[in-house]
T-cell receptor, first 111, second 115 residues
Framework: SQQGEEDPQALSIQEGENATMNCSYK?????LQWYRQNSGRGLVHLIL?????REKHSGRLRVTLDTSKKSSSLLITASRAADTASYFC???????????FGEGTQLTVNP | DTAVSQTPKYLVTQMGNDKSIKCEQN?????MYWYKQDSKKFLKIMFS???????INETVPNRFSPKSPDKAHLNLHINSLELGDSAVYFC??????????????FGPGTRLTVT
């Protein structure tokens, strides 16, 4: 089964609003990563949060990690139309040899 | 100065043909990957190479054969193409140091359509 599961599957908001996406995973991890994929493009790494971190910021992005609940959230503040994309969480196995991606959240930001 | 490049970007071919997709990275990473993304955007790892050595080989038909001539290149050859092979194939690279995996850098993808 998928290591990472995200919700919602799709999210539509207005420009300026905040967008929150959630990810749950099943096994122990040493970090969790979020990626963005614009339509027709490859994935782009956004942020990595380590298992000993609870929160991390990067510009308008805020990621939280709760290892006791095996969940993470990605918050995009003051969204822009250019944030329209699919967002994926990804978790490595403990040997670090692979990432398993969630099913993604399709975010649409309406101008 | 593209970090991870793939060719071709689009590939349309008929069932039964053999085709190759090439990938190159100029990031100096030791590890490269092939992923398949289906129409529902589900991204599944197919292969991983570390320093030209195969370390991950998922349950992929043996019609798919990766080849890594050096650590900057990982090519994917597909024999006897089938309709179900239609998907977007992504190459990626990363550093993996010990038990820590770092972010992966993805190529732009190759959209394969089998008719």
């Amino acid at each position: 089964s998928q290591q990472g599961e995200e919700d919602p599957q799709a999210l539509s908001i207005q420009e300026g609003e905040n967008a929150t996406m959630n990810c749950s995973y099943k096994t122990s991890i040493n970090n969790l990563q979020w990626y963005r994929q614009n339509s027709g493009r490859g994935l782009v790494h956004l942020i990595l949060i380590r298992s000993n971190e609870r929160e991390k910021h990067s510009g308008r992005l805020r990621v939280t990690l709760d290892t006791s609940k095996k969940s993470s959230s990605l918050l995009i503040t003051a969204s822009r139309a250019a944030d329209t994309a699919s967002y994926f969480c990804a978790t490595p196995n403990l040997s670090g040899s692979r990432l398993t991606f969630g099913e993604g959240t399709q975010l649409t930001v309406n101008p | 100065d593209t970090a991870v490049s793939q060719t071709p970007k689009y590939l349309v071919t008929q069932m039964g043909n053999d085709k190759s997709i090439k990938c190159e990275q100029n990031l100096g990473h030791d590890t490269m990957y092939w992923y398949k993304q289906d129409s529902k955007k589900f991204l599944k790892i197919m292969f991983s190479y570390n320093n030209k050595e195969l370390i991950i080989n998922e349950t992929v038909p043996n019609r798919f054969s990766p080849k890594s001539p050096d650590k900057a290149h990982l090519n994917l050859h597909i024999n006897s193409l089938e309709l179900g092979d239609s998907a977007v194939y992504f190459c990626a690279s990363s550093d993996v140091r010990g038990f820590l995996s770092y972010e992966q850098y993805f190529g732009p993808g190759t959209r394969l359509t089998v008719t």
